[in-house]
C-alpha cells in the first residue's frame, strides 16, 4: 500500500513538475516573443506598409488560380482612417456590424464588430476585423473570376472600378447590387445581401452578349497581413481552416509560412481564417466541385496569410447568364449561431470553426449548459457555479463510495499505526496485515483516487470552454471580476491593488486563488494522512503550488475549482460523520488541538 501511495504521488509530482516546466519554458517565452514580434511589426510600419498587387488571377487548363494577391509589393504606409478615404465606398450598417464595401475591386475590408469591445470598458473602440489594404493590419474577402486570356474582355480583379447598380447601404433587408462591365458584351453584376449577425450573400453572375462563350472559373478568398498578437498558444487552434467533403484541416498561421502552399479538392467544403474568437469564412455554391488552398509568405518581417477557393470552370455560351451564390462569414465565433448557420445553410461541421478540442464529447455538453443556464439566471459565474453543483450531482455515487471508503480509512488509522509499528522492520508482513485490516473492513484504498480522475478531464473541458468562446469573454461575475476568461486581477502582494505597484505575472495571486488554495488544504486534510511523514509534508504543501499555478488561469476556471472543493468538503465531511469519524473540522485542519 505504501508502494501505491508513492507510485501515485511521484505520479502526480511529475505531472505538476510538467506543467510548470511546460507553462514557464514554452509558453511564457512565446507569449514574450510574440509580444515582441508584434511591437516589431507596429514599428515596421511605421516605415512601410505591404500589400497585395493589383495583378488578377489567371487561370491555365482548370488549375487553381496562382494563389492570388500573393505577390506583394510595398506601397507608402497609411491609417486606417487614410486607406478607407483612398476609394469610393458602400456602407455596412446592421445590428452586429458596422463596415463599408470597396467599389475599388468590389472587397468587403472594412468591418468592425459593434458586439464587442477591445476591452472591459464599454466606451473603449469595437472590434475590428477587416481592415482595407494599405492599413496597419489589413485583412479582407474578394470574390472574382478566373479564365483565359479572353480578347476585348478585362475580367474584374483587384483595381476595378465598380459601380452601384441598386442600394446605398448594406443593411439587413437592403441588399447592394454593383456592377462592371468587362467589354465585347460581357458583363458582370455582384449582389450582396446580409443578416442582422455575420453572414453575407453574395451572388456572382456574368451576362455573355458577346460573340463567342466564355469558360470562367468562380473563386474567393481572403488575405490577411500581421496576425494579432493571442494568449491561446496551444490551446486553440488559430490560423487556416476548412472543412472538405466533411474532413477538417488545420494549419495554424506559423505552419502556413513553413509549410508552404497546399491544397484540397472535394465537391463542397469551405476555408476559413480563425483567431481565438474571431473568423471570417468563404461558403462557396455547392453545384460545383472546388479545389481549395492554403498559403503563407513572409517579404523581410511581415507575413501575410490566406485562404482560397476556385469552383471548376464553367462554360457561358453566347446569350446565356450563369450565376454562383456564395457566402462570407465575418464575425464573433459564437458557438449557437454557428450551429444554426450550419444547419440554415447545410455547411457541414461550422461549428468547427471553435477548436473544441480532444474532450468536445465534454466541452460541447458543457459549453451548452453553461449558456442554457446563463439565459435563465443572466450571470456567466452563476451559471458555472450551478453547473458545477449539477456535475456533482451527477458524480454522486462515485464520490460517495470514495468518501465513505476514505472515511473508513481515516476512521482505521490508529489500528493502522499500530500494525505498521508491531512490524517496522518486516514489511512484507506489514502489508499482508493491512490488506488483511483493509478486506476485513471493506475498505478499497486506491478508491479515492477516482474522483480526482474523473475531474481531471471536466476540468480541461472547463478550461477550453473559458477560454476559447466568445461567450465567456468579458463575461462579468460579482465584485472584482469584470472578466470570467482572464485570470483574477488582484494580488495578495500588493495588498489587493492598495499599494499602487505592478507585479509580474507569477506574483499575481488573487482573491479567487487564495480561496481555491484554502478549499483544497481543508479538503486534504479531511482524507486520512499518508503514513510517510515526507509524502506529509508534500501534501500539505500542495495547495500552495496549486494556488500559484492557478493563478494565471481565468477567474472562471479558479472559481469552478474552489467551488467544487468547497461542496466536496460538506459532502465528505458529513460522509465521515456518519461514519463516525468523531473529530472537528477544527482540528481537522490543525487550528486546533486534538483531543487525547
Known amino acids: ?49 505591404v500589400t497585395p498587387s493589383n495583378a488578377a488571377p489567371a487561370v491555365k487548363d482548370g488549375a487553381a488560380p496562382l494563389t492570388p494577391q500573393m505577390n506583394e509589393t510595398p506601397v507608402a504606409p497609411k491609417t486606417r482612417v487614410s486607406a478607407l478615404a483612398t476609394s469610393k465606398r458602400v456602407p455596412i450598417l446592421t445590428p452586429a456590424l458596422k463596415g463599408s464595401i470597396n467599389l475599388t475591386g468590389g472587397r468587403i475590408d472594412d468591418v468592425l464588430l459593434l458586439e464587442h469591445r477591445e476591452t472591459v470598458d464599454k466606451k473603449s473602440p469595437p472590434v475590428e476585423l477587416f481592415s482595407p489594404s494599405g492599413s496597419p493590419h489589413p485583412y479582407f474577402a474578394e470574390f472574382g473570376w478566373s479564365s483565359n486570356a479572353i480578347e476585348g474582355v478585362t475580367l ?34 455582384r449582389s450582396i445581401s446580409i443578416d442582422d449577425k455575420y453572414m453575407f450573400t453574395v451572388t456572382q453572375t456574368v451576362t455573355n452578349n458577346g460573340s463567342a462563350a466564355l469558360t470562367l472559373s468562380p473563386y474567393g478568398y481572403l488575405w490577411r497581413q500581421n496576425r494579432p498578437y493571442s494568449q491561446s498558444l496551444f490551446i486553440s487552434h488559430e490560423g487556416a481552416v476548412g472543412v472538405f467533403d466533411e474532413e477538417l484541416e488545420e494549419t495554424g498561421y506559423d505552419d502556413l509560412v513553413e509549410e508552404g502552399k497546399q491544397n484540397f479538392k472535394a465537391k463542397n467544403g469551405w476555408v476559413a481564417i480563425t483567431d481565438k474568437y474571431w473568423a471570417s469564412a468563404l ?36 446569350g446565356e447568364t450563369f450565376s454562383v451564390k456564395n457566402q462570407l462569414f465575418a464575425g464573433a465565433k459564437r458557438g449557437r449561431l454557428l450551429e444554426q448557420y450550419g444547419e440554415t445553410y447545410k455547411i457541414d461541421r461550422f461549428e468547427n470553426l471553435i ?10 455538453p458543457m459549453f451548452h449548459a453553461l449558456v442554457y443556464i446563463n439565459d435563465l439566471v443572466g450571470n456567466f459565474g452563476v451559471s458555472i457555479l450551478i453547473v458545477t453543483v449539477l456535475i456533482k450531482l451527477l458524480l454522486f455515487p462515485l464520490a460517495n463510495k470514495s468518501y465513505k471508503s476514505m472515511a473508513a480509512m481515516k476512521k482505521m488509522q490508529p489500528e493502522m499505526e499500530k500494525i505498521r ?23 478499497n484504498p486506491v478508491s479515492g ?33 469584470q472578466d470570467l476568461s482572464a485570470p483574477d486581477p488582484t494580488s495578495l502582494f500588493n495588498l489587493f491593488g492598495l499599494i499602487p505597484i505592478d507585479l509580474p505575472s507569477f506574483l499575481m495571486i488573487g482573491v479567487w486563488p487564495l480561496i481555491m488554495g484554502l478549499t483544497m ?17 508534500l501534501f500539505t504543501y500542495m495547495p500552495i503550488m496549486f494556488t500559484f499555478i492557478l493563478a494565471g488561469f481565468s477567474a472562471g476556471l479558479v472559481i469552478y475549482w474552489a467551488w467544487n472543493n468547497f461542496l466536496s468538503i460538506l459532502q465528505q465531511y458529513v ?18 488541538k486534538k483531543s487525547s
Open 449 to 481: 483516487c477516482w474522483p480526482v480522475l474523473v475531474q481531471i478531464p471536466i476540468f480541461f473541458a472547463l478550461y477550453k470552454v473559458l477560454y476559447v468562446t466568445i461567450e465567456m469573454r468579458h463575461a462579468p461575475f460579482f465584485g472584482w471580476i
Open 156 to 189: 474584374p480583379g483587384p483595381k476595378t472600378e465598380w459601380s452601384v447598380k441598386s442600394g446605398t447601404t448594406l443593411a439587413p433587408g437592403q441588399p447592394v447590387i454593383l456592377s462592371y462591365d468587362a467589354g465585347k458584351g460581357v458583363v458582370f453584376e
Open 575 to 592: 460522509i465521515m460523520k456518519r461514519q463516525g469519524v468523531e473529530i472537528t473540522l477544527l482540528e481537522n485542519i490543525g487550528l486546533k
Open 1 to 49: 500500500m505504501e508502494e501505491n501511495n508513492r507510485n501515485f504521488l511521484v505520479a502526480l509530482l511529475l505531472s505538476v513538475l510538467v506543467f510548470l516546466v511546460w507553462h514557464f519554458v514554452f509558453v511564457v517565452p512565446k507569449q514574450e516573443a510574440q509580444k515582441l514580434r508584434q511591437q516589431q511589426q507596429e514599428a515596421l510600419l511605421k516605415e512601410k506598409s
Open 355 to 364: 477548436d473544441w478540442g480532444w474532450f468536445h464529447f465534454i466541452t460541447k
Open 421 to 443: 509499528k508491531r512490524y517496522e522492520k518486516d514489511k512484507v508482513k506489514q502489508q499482508q496485515e493491512l490488506m488483511e485490516l483493509y478486506k476485513k473492513e471493506k475498505i
Open 521 to 537: 488544504f481543508v479538503q486534504m486534510k479531511l482524507n486520512p494522512a499518508p503514513p510517510d511523514p515526507v509524502q506529509a509534508k
Open 283 to 318: 461558403i462557396p455554391d455547392k453545384k460545383l466541385p472546388l479545389t481549395s488552398t492554403f498559403v503563407g509568405r513572409q517579404v523581410g518581417e511581415v507575413k501575410s496569410y490566406q485562404t482560397t477557393f476556385l469552383l471548376d470552370g464553367q462554360v457561358v455560351n453566347k
